[in-house]
């Protein structure tokens, strides 16, 4: 346990971390990548090109400094990203690697600021989130479907539109245990690319029947191609194989919710899939309002029947001719309790809207592709 001297420097150090922290985390991501380039085999390089990750590791320490007296408060942020380090194989020996360069990123941005106490009292703070993280982790990997990467056989890959390819995938070695919304994590090592690249996809649909259904959108991001999502369209067949860590994540429609409005933008349909079809099943009241760009692109077309047929209400939206979702989509439901998933561009705006409408956040449950530390409010 950290000394209530070392919390009092901790405590000071958070406006030169809340000035620096996204500098203090990609110094050290370079730096540790330059040490440890075996850590490129599970980090993902768009995340870090474009950012959001290094945000996300500096938004979680900045929270953590934050809530240093109660530590309870960031318990829930944890559980998130200890699901998908579960996922990524993240085992108690990376810990320290991370904690050697987060402190030589401090060092290094800080300079003289960062005297031998700071970091001190920073190297003991590390450790203690880092125990909090492997403790949580570790009951994750007891209660895991399966253990490590296993090979399933790719049974259907259906076009669903012209980016958008669904996947079904089985196995006879594992049981396919999963909640609606949570996520398979597929790892490929995709030709010409010189590391294992890791990714996370939403579980499409609650039905195992045929084995686990994920979606996948072809990523192109300014004329840079996805190297996994090109890979799975362009190079991944109907009898290949693929290796899935086993299912993860806490996004799910909480037992007491009954009255349920489900929102999703483009590929962000998949997790809300899955759970409105769970809903559906339990007899629950489910709205779906979902934008996309066109007829062309609206994927889960035979989903999408199935729902409305056992009485949910599908609302869908083009914002090629009918604009974004705006508060007037969602007239109507103030009772309803919100989940919703899409891209990071998505959900800001919509979640601006639902609050412009009084909606609380605590009534708002989401799920970002991306880093979800990256937009938590803390
Ligand atoms: C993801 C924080 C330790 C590897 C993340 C995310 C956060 C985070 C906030 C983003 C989660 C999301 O997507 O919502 C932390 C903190 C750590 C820690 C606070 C220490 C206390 C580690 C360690 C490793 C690791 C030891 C392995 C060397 C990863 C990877 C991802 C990730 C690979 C996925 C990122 C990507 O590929 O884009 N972590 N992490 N983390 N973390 Fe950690």
Not at 59 to 79: E, F, G, Q, R, Y
Not at 90 to 98: D, L, M, N, Q, S
Not at 113 to 127: F, L, V
Request: charged residues 25%; proline residues 4%; negative net charge.
């Amino acid at each position: 346990m950290i000394t209530e001297e070392k919390k009092e420097v901790i405590k000071a150090t958070i406006p030169v971390l809340e000035a620096h922290g996204t500098e203090i985390t990609s110094t050290f991501y370079q730096n540790m990548f330059k040490a440890h380039p075996e850590l490129l085999n599970i980090f993902n390089q768009t995340n870090q090109k474009i950012g959001d990750q290094p945000k996300a590791l500096a938004m979680t320490v900045l929270a953590a400094a934050k809530h240093i007296d109660n530590l309870d408060a960031i318990v829930p942020h944890v559980v998130g990203i200890a699901h998908k380090h579960r996922a990524l194989e993240i085992r108690p020996e990376h810990y320290p690697i991370v904690g050697k360069h987060l402190l030589e990123g401090i060092q290094e941005v800080l300079g003289d600021q960062a005297t031998p106490e700071i970091i001190d009292a920073w190297g003991d703070y590390y450790n203690q989130i880092a125990q909090v993280f492997i403790d949580v982790e570790q009951d994750m990997y007891q209660a895991a479907a399966w253990d490590g990467f296993k090979p399933f056989i790719v049974r259907k890959k259906e076009v669903m539109t012209p980016d958008i390819v669904r996947f079904t995938v089985d196995s006879d070695d594992v049981d396919k245990i999963f909640t609606a919304g949570q996520y398979i994590t597929v790892k490929v090592n995709p030709s010409g690319y010189p590391y294992e690249a890791l990714r996370h996809y939403s579980i499409c649909s609650n039905d195992a029947e045929d084995g686990i259904t994920f979606a996948v959108k072809r990523e192109v991001v300014d004329d840079n191609k996805g190297v996994v999502s090109n890979y799975l369209h362009d190079g991944i067949e109907e009898g290949d194989a693929l290796f899935l860590s086993a299912p993860a994540g806490d996004f799910k429609v909480e037992e007491d919710h009954d009255k349920l409005l489900f929102i999703a933008g483009g590929v962000g349909a998949t997790p809300v899939m899955a759970m409105a079809e769970e809903a559906v099943s339990k007899g629950k009241d489910v709205k779906f309002v979902y934008s996309t760009f066109n007829e062309d692109h609206l994927p889960f077309k035979d989903q999408f029947e199935k729902l409305q047929a056992a009485g949910a209400d599908i609302q869908v939206k083009y914002s090629d001719t009918e604009g974004y979702l705006n508060s007037s989509d969602f007239a109507g439901s103030d009772d309803r309790e919100i989940y919703l998933c899409g891209s990071m561009r998505f959900m800001t705006p919509m979640i601006a809207e639902l609050n412009g409408m009084g909606i609380d956040d605590s009534r708002i449950h989401f799920e970002p592709f991306g880093p979800k530390m990256s937009m938590q409010k803390v």
